[in-house]
């Protein structure tokens, strides 16, 4: 799994990039054919203080690309409700991948 996490406007700190780490340890672990993830932070210079810190990341899953982003007043809340986000949309999409219950085809007598 390729994880890039890049700031826009702002520089990753160490911590910082290991909290986005650890943050989306729980989409690796709920699954597992992630190819690749990158994730971009983003402080808005705008002149209303809600809201301008912002997270969002693009997730290359086998045959299909997941994108989430979330908005905050402090990046970290942002991050936690990205990956949340992203936690949803990843179990959602495995379970339709494992949804095999189709009907069986009735016999034709």
Not at 33 to 56: C, G, H, P, W, Y
Request: glycine letters at 2%.
């Amino acid at each position: 799994m390729n994880l890039t996490i890049s700031g826009h406007h702002l520089e990753v700190t160490p911590s910082l990039r290991s909290y986005v780490t650890t943050k989306l340890d729980r989409i690796s672990r709920h699954f597992d054919q992630v190819v690749d993830i990158k994730v971009l932070l983003t402080v808005e210079n705008q002149k209303e203080k809600e809201r301008r810190q912002r997270a969002e990341c693009n997730i290359h899953v086998k045959g299909h690309d997941l994108f989430a982003e979330s908005a905050n007043e402090d990046l970290y809340a942002a991050v936690d409700d990205l990956v949340d986000k992203l936690d949803r949309q990843v179990v959602r999409h495995k379970d339709r991948l494992q949804n095999h219950n189709h009907e069986a085809a009735k016999r034709m007598m």
